[in-house]
């Protein structure tokens, strides 16, 4: 197994309303569950291949909920990811050189039934976690938007998080409203749903905590 570690930001937008239920081992409100997410490595490597400032982005559809697979994805890499950056980046998408289940990324694969092939393209990414405000821009295939989730009174910012001390993706995630359509083979539209922001550290064997 290859070593590999990974630092941080990312904004995930899910059918779900606001609080997920997938966070709390509930199933999913929709009876079935569609998401985009981009992440935003700060600082990273896979063995003794750098990924510092690469960017990587996925589409996923489940026909139910998550644990019950036959889900459809498909992964996004950074253009200016090297051959060698590129394959370390798919392998940990795929949840290879990992502990079984150890993060989302292995979650998810072992429920994905059909993968499409990787697109490797120029991923625009705005990530501010603390102000819940995000963007995901895939040219031809994905446009996502967050902000914070308002009171319906005053209008004013709300803000809310989840902390997971077992979570396989992250301790913290600040909660907004997202939107998204997606184009290409794996098609989803949401508006004003579940807006995760996140930030990561994870390696091969979960989330590193301090």
């Keep these: 197994m290859t070593s590999w570690e990974i630092r941080g930001r990312e904004l995930v937008n899910c059918t779900c309303e606001y609080g997920c239920n997938c966070q709390f081992n509930a199933l999913p409100d929709k009876g079935h569950c569609h998401a985009v ?6 600082e990273g490597h896979h063995g003794e291949t750098g990924l510092d400032g690469l960017r990587i982005a996925a589409i996923f559809k489940w026909p139910g909920a998550i644990h019950e697979g036959n889900g459809e994805a498909i992964a996004f890499v950074d253009e200016n990811a090297t051959d060698r950056q590129r394959e370390a980046l798919l392998r940990i998408m795929t949840g290879q050189d990992t502990d079984p289940f150890a993060t989302m990324f292995a979650v998810y694969a072992s429920t994905v039934t059909k993968m499409n092939e990787p697109v490797f393209t120029k991923i625009d990414l705005d990530l501010d976690i603390d102000g819940r405000r995000g963007r995901i821009f895939v040219k031809d295939y994905i446009e996502t938007v967050g902000e914070p989730i308002r009171n319906k009174v005053t209008g004013a910012d709300s ?4 902390v997971l001390p077992n979570g396989f993706e992250y301790a913290v995630a600040e909660i907004g409203s997202a939107s998204s359509t997606t184009s290409g083979p794996v098609q989803v539209d949401t508006k004003d749903s ?3 922001f996140a930030r990561l550290h994870l390696n091969n064997h979960g989330v590193v905590r301090a």
């Design 159 to 162: 803000r809310a998080q989840i």
């Design 37 to 42: 997410a981009g992440i935003q490595i700060d």
């Design 194 to 196: 579940y807006g995760q």
